[in-house]
């Protein structure tokens, strides 16, 4: 079992930054995958950013370039730097893990990302 607790929500303007942490606990060990979706009502979750045990990232196209996803694996967390932030960001960003072996998937709770124009 892994349990995972995002911070760093908030209302930022466009143009401004802020950066979600997601703190694991639990089975940390068997994390491969972890990192970022996020979602906005009535449409699915969709993958923002995810970075593997070795390092390797993956992102969306729309965040290319503004958001930077880094892992911390001695303190178990993973963040999210989102700079150039526009009204499209808005949503609620989940943090997730996959593990290994048997690949199982983990949620947070979510936090909620809101931009105003």
């Known amino acids: 079992q892994v349990q995972l607790v995002e911070s760093g929500g908030g209302l930022v303007q466009t143009g401004e930054s802020l950066r979600l942490s997601c703190a694991a606990s639990?089975?940390?060990?068997?994390?491969?995958?972890i990192g970022w979706y996020r979602q906005v009502p009535e449409k699915q979750r969709e993958l923002v950013a995810g970075?593997?045990?070795?390092?390797?990232?993956d992102y969306a196209d729309s965040v290319k370039g503004r958001f930077t996803i880094s892992r911390d694996n001695a303190k178990n967390t993973v963040y999210l730097q989102m700079t150039n932030l526009k009204p499209e960001d808005t949503a609620v960003y989940y943090c997730?893990?996959?593990?290994?072996?048997?690949?199982?998937?983990?949620w947070g709770q979510g936090t909620q990302v809101t931009v105003s124009s």
């Open positions: 997730y893990a996959s593990t290994t072996p048997g690949s199982w998937w983990y």
């Open positions: 639990g089975s940390t060990s068997s994390i491969n995958v």
């Open positions: 970075i593997s045990r070795g390092g390797s990232t």
